[in-house]
Each structure stands twice: as C-alpha cells, then as structure tokens.
Nanobody, 121 residues
C-alpha cells in the first residue's frame, strides 16, 4: 500500500486546514495521523477504525482535530481547526495492522511521505 498525504501549508494561528491521505488500494484496517516537529520524536495525532466508527485523539488535539475516512475513495482526512504554532510539524498518514483505532506507533506498517504544516503566531 502506498500513501500520499497532501493539504499542508502555511497558515496563521486560529486558521483551519484539511489534510488528505490517498491510499493506492483498499485499506480495511485502521489508519492514523502522526506528526513530527523539528528535533522532536514522531507523535500520535489521531486514529480511526477501519469502518470509521471509532476514533481516538490525544488531549493536545482533542476538540480541535477531526479524523475521518471515505473507504470508497481510499482516502482519509484530518480536519484541523483552531491551529496553534505548536501544531507546526510534518504530518504523516499511516495504515495500522489492527482494525480498531490505535495510538501505538509500532502498530503502523505503511507510511506516507508527510506534508508540512506551518502555523505562524
């Protein structure tokens, strides 16, 4: 499975962005978004179950970010609202080897190339 993330850009604090992740084939497993800021480790942002019914977020983005997927289009989305400068990072999409949403990075086996999100203050 190949993943192509897009939608990143330069925005101001308080703005919104929507990231997309298109898979080369059907991915009937959970998917997720991670991010990595310069000099920091990759961190979990959001995950969604294979059906889209289950989602999970860390406290840092809960209430601001929404993950969704369209299995018919092999596409996953991340709607990011009320962006903050600390959200600046390269965002990666990934496919896990489990059905339910998971924040465990070791569960993810396919990764996209990343899309840069920069939030200015």
């Amino acid at each position: 499975v190949q993943l192509q993330a897009s939608g990143g850009g330069l925005v101001q604090a308080g703005d919104s962005l929507r990231l997309s992740c298109v898979a080369s084939g059907r991915t009937l497993y959970s998917m997720g978004w991670f991010r990595q800021a310069p000099g920091k480790e990759r961190e979990f942002v959001a995950a969604i179950s294979w059906s889209g019914a289950g989602t999970t977020y860390p406290d840092s983005v809960k209430g601001r970010f929404t993950i969704s997927r369209d299995n018919a289009a092999n596409t996953m989305y991340l709607q990011m609202n009320s962006l903050k400068p600390e959200d600046t990072a390269v965002y990666y999409c990934a496919v896990a080897r489990v059905l339910g949403p998971t924040e465990g990075i070791s569960e993810y086996i396919y990764w996209g190339q990343g899309t840069l999100v920069t939030v200015s203050s």
